[in-house]
């Protein structure tokens, strides 16, 4: 174990290449954001002969880091996909093989993984052609049969002993899988998909950019529009202005540039280290809210604040808290303003 807390502690990753010589590390694993934080720390005359290879999953590899941490230890690294619910990987770059950057490479033995299309009950309808996005499903011994509270298990167990991941993905023609993304990830700009890993590669690709994560920020006229959320490299430095004009400038598709881009100091992460997007998506929702209400509250000499976050019932909700005793008539206006998106809310008086 490399501390209490894991890759959490600031000094595994800052002397990772000091751990890997003096413990002779063979296979170096890792999420994605832990392995492109390596990349800050120099190896200088570190021996790191003993690495056979670098693994990684979770989360999609940018392809640009991928490129570099292979570069920098003269090692693969080898992206794969699993999940929770399927004990391991399913699929693998293959060691001795072409390491194509940015697949998560060739179904293992005794996994089955396909890209489908699926009906309007949820069921498999069809496979989807070569590079061609669609939901990704599997079946083995390695995947579950299911889960212990049952009403978790509709939309996820299908027929056939099938498993619904919630990821998007598609096969090329040499039968490597690449992940897209999360179906509910997907930001929906006018009817128009927008897959958020188009942006968050284009922006890794920028110096100065450590992480990114794109999601969708509520619109009242096109449902969803694209907005990014950078952390940069320490001691980097870069506007969100300047960054914008990266993406326009790299994005093939207009409609993909986000419209708004912030900077964070650290990026908000799961506990293993993956990015934390409701989080992410609960800030935009504030953002959009709280500027439409401003005006409302400045009129009524009132202090209006939204709080976004996750709910049992609506699975997010937005909070509205407003100073000042109950009134109809702002309580009216409130949901006239918001009454547009499909975010639910709810109104507090305090």
Same mark, same amino acid.
């Given at each position: 174990m490399l501390s209490p807390v894991g890759y959490r502690d600031p000094n595994v990753v800052q002397h990772m290449w000091q751990i890997v010589e003096r413990y002779r590390v063979t296979i170096l694993g890792a999420v994605p954001t832990v392995l492109g934080a390596l990349l800050n720390f120099p190896v200088g005359d570190t021996n790191l002969s003993s690495i056979r290879f670098a693994g990684t999953g979770g989360a999609p590899l940018p392809t640009e880091v991928g490129r570099a941490l292979s570069q920098l230890i003269g090692k693969p690294v080898l992206e794969g996909y699993g999940m929770t619910e399927t004990t391991s990987f399913l699929t693998l770059q293959p060691r001795d093989g072409e390491n194509v950057h940015g697949s998560a490479g060739l179904v293992l033995p005794h996994c089955e993984v396909r890209t489908v299309k699926l009906d309007a009950d949820g069921q498999v309808a069809g496979d989807c052609a070569v590079d061609e996005i669609g939901n990704?499903?599997? %079946? +083995?011994?390695?995947?579950?049969?299911?889960?212990? =509270? =049952? =009403?978790y298990n509709a939309g996820v167990l299908l027929r056939d002993g099938w498993? $619904?991941?919630?990821? *998007?993905?598609? !096969?090329?023609?040499?039968? %490597? *899988?690449?992940?897209?993304?999360?179906?509910?990830?997907?930001?929906?700009? +006018? +009817? &128009? $998909?927008?897959?958020? @890993? #188009?942006?968050?590669?284009? *922006?890794s690709q920028h110096e100065a950019v450590e992480l990114a994560a794109a999601v969708g920020k509520p619109d009242a006229y096109a449902g969803e529009l694209p907005v990014a959320y950078v952390q940069l490299k320490p001691s980097a430095v870069a506007?969100?202005?300047? @960054?914008?004009? !990266?993406?326009?400038? &790299?994005?093939?598709?207009?409609?993909?540039?986000?419209? $708004? @881009?912030? *900077?964070?100091?650290?990026?908000?992460?799961?506990? #293993?280290?993956?990015?934390?997007?409701?989080?992410?998506?609960?800030?935009?929702?504030?953002?959009? !809210?709280?500027?439409?209400?401003?005006?409302?509250?400045?009129?009524?000499? %009132?202090?209006?604040?939204?709080?976004?976050?996750? &709910? +049992?019932?609506?699975?997010?909700?937005?909070?509205?808290?407003?100073?000042?005793?109950?009134?109809?008539? @702002?309580?009216?206006r409130i949901h006239e303003l918001l009454g547009a998106f499909t975010l639910p809310h709810e109104i507090a008086w305090s």
């Open positions: 990704v499903v599997m %079946r +083995g011994a390695c995947v579950m049969p299911g889960y212990v =509270q =049952q =009403q498993l $619904n991941s919630g990821d *998007l993905g598609r !096969f090329d023609s040499g039968g %490597r *899988l690449w992940i897209t993304g999360r179906a509910k990830d997907l930001i929906i700009r +006018g +009817g &128009h $998909n927008i897959d958020p @890993l #188009v942006i968050e590669e284009t *922006l506007t969100a202005s300047e @960054l914008k004009v !990266f993406t326009r400038a &790299h994005i093939p598709e207009r409609a993909a540039t986000p419209v $708004n @881009l912030y *900077l964070m100091e650290v990026m908000t992460v799961t506990a #293993v280290g993956k990015i934390f997007k409701p989080a992410l998506r609960w800030d935009a929702a504030e953002r959009v !809210f709280s500027e439409l209400l401003e005006p409302l509250g400045e009129e009524c000499s %009132r202090e209006i604040t939204i709080a976004v976050g996750a &709910h +049992g019932r609506y699975g997010s909700l937005a909070k509205v808290t407003v100073s000042g005793s109950e009134d109809g008539s @702002l309580a009216t």
